[in-house]
């Protein structure tokens, strides 16, 4: 029997702010001391009231419209009541019925909504003890729920990484995985129709590769219970990386377990009423966004995508390139020259060290207008950026120094080439009778002639003058 898995994803962003969600300790996913960046209102003091960050509001409604979601114009903060050692307060700060975006879509997948929340403290377990960590405590929190449309782990993978993109494009957070600044939770269903079937939750996912094998796991793990007559019980599982299986955790909370109500300690937000949170203006900030970027390169440059794919992803590669061909204006030989000598040479050499070495942007150019009108050949200015790379310079200078600018002068050339045609007469009269193949090996014995140092399209040209 062929079972349908349908799978929606929740994920939990962290946003880059100054300050907390709700206070002015600071927001620093890279402190290493514990329990630094706190104050008696993230770590949950009696007596203490929370003020909204104006900033982390705008990162997610900079978000919903980025996403074209519906931003909502009354909002509001509730308590979402539950107990663990690493929540202060005993409850989360979160929201429920009014959040700040519904709807939307990434990849063609529909979202749901995306709300504000803050961060939970960070436990660690040593044995028979544990201790928490309350830095992350109270940092702004972005919260995305997808509608359960998605069909494999294959598929969640590539949402989660557009999402992470869109996150970094806007400015809004780092979303590193590793570092837990952005986490996925699936629901997974599975049965026999398009109706859906018992969802488990696998929490706390945090890698890509993770997202995708849990996902498939549970699949198949549901598939066969249902194939022998089992049931499957709604529950919260969490993965196990070194074993590759998922493992129950505790039977999975629906919302009225939590206990929603308004916080009272926080006012109402009409966001119509803030001047900052203007759609028009917000609008005007955003940048471009991944799937502008990818449209314009591949039907405007005529990139290929796996090209694409590399610009998007890699910031300094993507601005080295725009910094570039703004020298080339329309000239398509050169802007495709530009991103091959990035993404094969320069990706290359870069796995030894930094991402660009000691290239820039006019020396790149530089050495790919000599490439274009054949000044040094291809493998010339492989050699000449690999010095770049390590050391910096002048392209040009360094052609010279490095014995590569190649001979294009038309009566040194002709000399070689009456050389050549008169050292292999028999090449020569195959060439005439019609093999065009003959044509190569002699531009072949000329190069060699030359010393590697003819500019091989001059030299192609003077052969085939001669020879006619």
Not at 93 to 113: F, W
Not at 300 to 315: A, P, W, Y
Not at 331 to 336: A, G, H, N, T, Y
């Amino acid at each position: 029997m062929k079972y349908i898995p349908t799978i929606g994803l929740e994920i939990h962003a962290e946003l880059k702010t100054q300050t907390k969600m709700f206070c002015n300790s600071k927001n620093d996913s890279e402190e290493k001391r514990p329990n630094v960046n706190i104050c008696p209102i993230c770590t949950g003091h009696p007596g203490t009231l929370p003020v909204i960050n104006k900033e982390a509001v705008k990162h997610v409604l900079k978000l919903g419209l980025a996403v074209n979601g519906a931003l909502a114009n009354f909002t509001e903060f509730d308590r979402k009541n539950y107990f663990y050692p690493d929540i202060p307060k005993g409850y989360q700060i979160s929201q429920y019925k009014h959040p700040l975006v519904l709807g939307g879509e990434i990849r063609g997948i529909a979202l749901t909504r995306i709300h504000l929340e803050e961060d939970t403290a960070r436990s660690t377990h040593h044995g028979d003890y544990s201790l928490v960590d309350f830095n992350r405590a109270g940092v702004p929190l972005m919260e995305l729920v997808t509608e359960p449309v998605i069909h494999s782990g294959g598929e969640a993978v590539l949402f989660a990484r557009e999402l992470q993109l869109l996150l970094q494009y806007l400015h809004a957070g780092n979303a590193n995985m590793e570092k837990g600044e952005m986490r996925v939770e699936a629901n997974i269903s599975v049965s026999t129709n398009k109706t859906l079937g018992t969802k488990v939750e696998v929490k706390n996912l945090n890698s890509f590769r993770a997202v995708e094998r849990a996902i498939e796991y549970e699949i198949n793990r549901q598939s066969k219970l249902l194939e022998q007559k089992e049931k499957i019980i709604q529950e919260t599982r969490g993965w196990d990386e070194g074993k590759g299986i998922t493992f129950s955790q505790r039977a999975k909370e629906d919302s009225h377990d939590y206990r929603y109500f308004p916080d009272p300690d926080i006012p109402k937000l009409f966001i119509s009423e803030v001047p900052e949170f203007n759609k028009e203006k917000l609008s005007k900030e955003l940048s471009e966004l991944p799937w502008q970027k990818r449209k314009r390169y591949l039907e405007v440059f005529g990139l290929k995508e796996t090209d694409v794919e590399i610009f998007i992803h890699q910031k300094e590669w993507c601005e080295l390139f725009e910094q570039t061909i703004v020298n080339f204006k329309d000239d398509k030989k050169l802007i495709q020259l530009t991103s091959n000598y990035i993404v094969s040479d320069l990706a290359g050499l870069s796995k030894t060290g930094n991402t660009l070495g000691n290239i820039t942007s006019d020396s790149l150019a530089s050495l790919i207008h000599m490439i274009g009108k054949g000044e040094v050949s291809s493998r010339g200015g492989k050699d000449i950026l690999k010095v770049l790379y390590e050391k910096g310079g002048d392209p040009r200078e360094l052609a010279k120094e490095m014995d590569l600018i190649q001979k294009s002068d038309e009566n040194t050339l002709t000399l070689i080439v009456k050389k050549v045609l008169k050292s292999h007469p028999n090449v020569v009269a195959e060439y005439r009778s019609g093999k065009e193949n003959a044509l190569q090996f002699l531009i072949g014995q000329g190069m060699k002639e030359s010393q590697g140092g003819a500019n091989p399209e001059i030299l192609s040209e003077l052969f085939r003058k001669i020879l006619s």
